[in-house]
Nanobody
């Protein structure tokens, strides 16, 4: 059974950094565009970063310059380096394939809380 597992979240002060990781068992990320998504309390899930199978990246305006997505196809992982975190970055973060027709079952996500 396919399982996506996100990790690396936690409580961090404003201006701090975290590195999130995503891995999948039973399926491969290789060959697919991958994305990091987040869902804040009371809000819809939004996509914040994508990386193509070839390594091209794209970011939501709200995170541009602060978040960096990367992938390691050999390890079947996708990462999100988060710097200069703001309280508005507080959310549960998920990763998945970008193309909705081939998306995997959503994982539990990893919670990021930015607060002093």
């Amino acid at each position: 059974q396919v399982q996506v597992v996100e990790s690396g979240g936690g409580l961090v002060q404003p201006g701090g950094s975290l590195r999130l990781s995503c891995a999948a068992s039973g399926s491969s990320f290789s060959g697919y565009a991958m994305g990091w998504y987040r869902q804040a309390p009371g809000k819809q899930r939004e996509r914040v970063a994508t990386i193509s199978s070839g390594g091209s990246t794209n970011y939501a305006d709200s995170v541009k310059g602060r978040l960096t997505i990367s992938r390691d196809n050999a390890k079947n992982t996708v990462s999100l380096q988060m710097n200069s975190l703001k309280p508005e970055d507080t959310a549960v973060y998920y990763c998945n394939r970008v193309l909705w027709t081939v998306q995997l079952p959503w994982g539990q996500g990893t919670r990021v809380t930015v607060s002093s």
